[in-house]
């Protein structure tokens, strides 16, 4: 009996042994610089997101989280690099809609967004300004829509390349206005923003806090924001769907990803890190002086929001015939 005893703990002990070791290299965890994918180049939501959360990050765990802008592909390339690099947390994305739009742009895209990256967690939110260059004839939303059906294919937007925030949220505008305004890619925001600034655009969706002090300079003309209610930061600023498209909802979003199948472990420990520094009132502060919003989810709750996405903008794109080269 003692002897079956003694085998059956040993068992225990080799079964658990796997367990203690996946532990014991989180609790270590980091040892050495933690690379941050930003699959755009710098100067965009997604870049100014990870540009705020890293220093936070590297301060909470003593090593450098260092970003790294890998653009191309409207976010493809660098995502693709994170999804075939070790699941050991030495290297994390930070990315948003196009994550989960591309599958639906490109005729192949290189992973799968639901199954190849691990959710930590869904770190913001933020609302997207409609902004046009001074020289269009339009006060409001409803202004530019009737401008928009009185000559259809005249106007044009900036996006940040094909499937991206921008371009998302000015298709979604066309589709529920009913008219037909057309996409110029650019290689990222900024690009894009400079184009809109130059008048070689006319419209663009561009973040608020980048667009804002273009509108108070006189360089653009704001028409509403995308989100369903107000900004505390902007409160002057009304809605579009206010302004002149009721129904009319965008919200960008930004989430942190690991490689498929990092350790149950390193995500709990990541992902706690993550919501204790973005919990802090300054950070919070910080955040809402760039227009953003903290959400700072659970794993499980970025999962189940990137199916719900996948399937909201799948529906749009394919409505709308989007297709990206």
């Keep these: 009996m003692n002897r079956k005893v003694f085998l059956i703990v040993g068992l225990i002990a080799l079964a658990l042994a796997p367990v203690r070791a996946a532990l014991a290299q989180a ?80 005729a192949k895209v290189p992973f799968d967004p639901l199954t190849d990256f691990t959710p930590v967690s869904l770190l913001s939110s933020a609302a997207t300004m409609l902004a046009i260059h001074p020289s269009v004839q339009a006060r409001s939303v409803r202004e530019l829509i009737e401008l928009a059906r009185a000559k259809p294919g005249a106007l044009n937007f900036s996006t940040a390349g094909a499937g991206t925030n921008p371009h998302i949220a000015a298709e979604l505008f066309n589709q529920l206005a009913g008219i037909n305004t057309v996409a110029i890619h650019f290689k990222g925001g900024g690009p894009g923003l400079l184009a809109a600034l130059a008048g070689d655009t006319q419209i663009i969706f561009a973040g608020v806090s980048e667009a804002a002090p273009h509108v108070a300079a006189g360089k653009l003309r704001s028409l509403g924001i995308t989100s369903p209610k107000r900004s505390g930061a902007f409160p002057d600023m009304p809605t579009i769907a206010e302004s002149g498209l009721p129904g009319y909802e965008f919200v960008t979003w930004h989430g942190l990803l690991a490689p498929r199948s990092l350790p149950a472990a390193l995500v709990s420990r990541v992902g706690e890190r993550v919501r204790r520094v973005m919990a802090a009132p300054d950070f919070v502060k910080l955040f809402q002086q760039s227009g953003l919003d903290i959400i700072a989810s659970s794993p499980d709750e970025f999962g189940s929001y990137l199916k719900a996405e996948s399937a909201k903008w799948g529906k749009v794109i394919r409505e709308r015939g989007m297709r990206a080269e």
């Design 27 to 106: 609790d270590a965890f980091p040892v050495r610089p933690v690379r941050v994918v930003v699959p755009f180049p710098p100067g965009g939501s997604v870049d100014t997101v990870a540009r705020l959360v890293a220093p936070r990050l590297s301060e909470s765990f003593g090593q450098q989280f260092v970003i790294e802008n890998r653009s191309g592909a409207s976010g493809n390339i660098g995502a693709e690099q994170v999804a075939r690099a070790a699941p050991d947390g030495y290297t994390l994305m930070v990315h948003t809609l196009p994550l989960v739009a591309n599958p639906y742009l490109y």
